[in-house]
């Protein structure tokens, strides 16, 4: 089980995946993998950094400003989402009744080692439950099911995927 949501920015995505895993974990599940949530200063985004499902250990993803590896105007901390995210997404596949990972897009692909993660993630029969990044639609629509998500679907949504895993856990 393969589950892709999508949308828009600001849409809700990872706060669905973030209620989903908290409504696993309440139910007796064992989640894995991580979220990412925004970085704000004064009301503006600055940045983004990964929360671990398993253990809560959080690092920055990505801050505004020059650095390495950038997208858009973020700099893309790699080490940080290979020894924190790539890790607890490891951790997940042997560990978790469930992975999340919150987000596929630009930033975490720019690690080697997400990637291939990711590709074991896909390869496994572990369930995953994954946000995506509307540009890497096309690349992920064929790997499970996807949803779009909007403000007026967002509660349906959540019944509807927690059900659909929920089905597919037990």
């Not at 029969?125 to 064929?142: E, I």
Request: hydrophobic share 40%.
């Amino acid at each position: 089980m393969r589950i892709f949501i999508t949308g828009m920015p600001g849409v809700g995505k990872t706060t669905l995946a973030l209620k989903i895993a908290e409504k696993l974990k309440e139910l007796g599940y064992k989640v894995g993998g991580f979220i990412t949530k925004e970085i704000r200063d004064g009301g503006k985004r600055v940045g983004f950094k990964i929360i671990t499902l398993d253990t809560n250990e959080e690092t920055i993803l990505a801050y505004v400003g020059d650095g390495k590896i950038k997208v858009g105007k973020y700099a893309v901390f790699i080490e940080n989402l290979d020894n924190v995210g790539v890790e607890a997404i490891k951790r997940a596949l042997k560990d978790a009744d469930i992975i999340i990972i919150d987000e596929l897009g630009a930033m975490e692909f720019k690690s080697r080692k997400f990637s291939e993660v990711v590709d074991e993630v896909i390869k496994s029969d572990k369930p995953l439950l994954a946000t995506l990044h509307r540009n890497w639609v096309n690349k992920f629509k064929d790997k499970g099911e996807l949803y779009t998500l909007t403000i007026e679907n967002r509660e349906k949504l959540f019944e509807e995927i927690l059900n659909k895993i929920l089905a597919g856990l037990k």
